[in-house]
């Protein structure tokens, strides 16, 4: 039986941003149990070099909106960073879901070989739109997304393996 470009995006993409809500949820309750101000956790680090907590959120909702917008030959929409708290986060998980849900079957289905363009730093990566999601964009957005969960476990917010892969939610 074979997948389909859109059972292989969609679902796994809102799948993972749920998730990501999720994590944040308890990470923002250990902080509030703890008697610290959450919002310290948005500029958790887990070392010097890498982004904090606020910026991997931001990453895994834009890469995913992206690639379900690139997916379906439209130009993706841009969300702004200006999150600060952790309720701007899921405001923001939760536009990229509703943005990601907004693409049916019909207009990702197919887009294997479509010539797919990502801007980077580097400069511009060309890739098919079956390459472009399997080998680029759930790669880096898992990267997120477990970067973020590994912030916040090593805060010490009570999270677990369920926490991450979805815990019986669904």
């Not at 679902?11 to 944040?24: F, G, I, Q, T, Y």
């Not at 895994?60 to 952790?86: I, K, N, Q, V």
């Amino acid at each position: 039986m074979a997948i389909s470009m859109y059972q292989a995006s969609v679902p796994v993409l809102v799948r993972a941003l749920e998730n990501l809500r999720h994590v944040l949820q308890k990470g923002e309750a250990f902080a509030a149990d703890r008697g610290f101000e959450p919002g310290i956790l948005l500029q958790t680090r887990l070392v010097p070099d890498m982004l904090p907590l606020v910026r991997q959120v931001q990453l895994a909702a834009d890469m995913s909106a992206r690639c379900a917008a690139r997916l379906a030959g439209e130009a993706p929409r841009a969300f702004a960073d200006e999150e600060t708290t952790f309720a701007e986060l899921y405001a923001r998980l939760d536009a990229a879901i509703g943005y990601i849900e907004g693409f049916d079957a019909g207009r990702i289905d197919g887009s294997e070989a479509r010539e797919i363009v990502v801007p980077l730093r580097s400069g511009e990566r060309r890739f098919d739109g079956q390459s472009y999601l399997l080998q680029f964009t759930l790669p880096n957005v898992f990267f997120h997304v477990t970067t973020a969960y590994d912030i916040l476990r090593q805060a010490g917010a009570p999270l677990g393996k369920a926490d991450y892969i979805g815990g019986g939610r669904g």
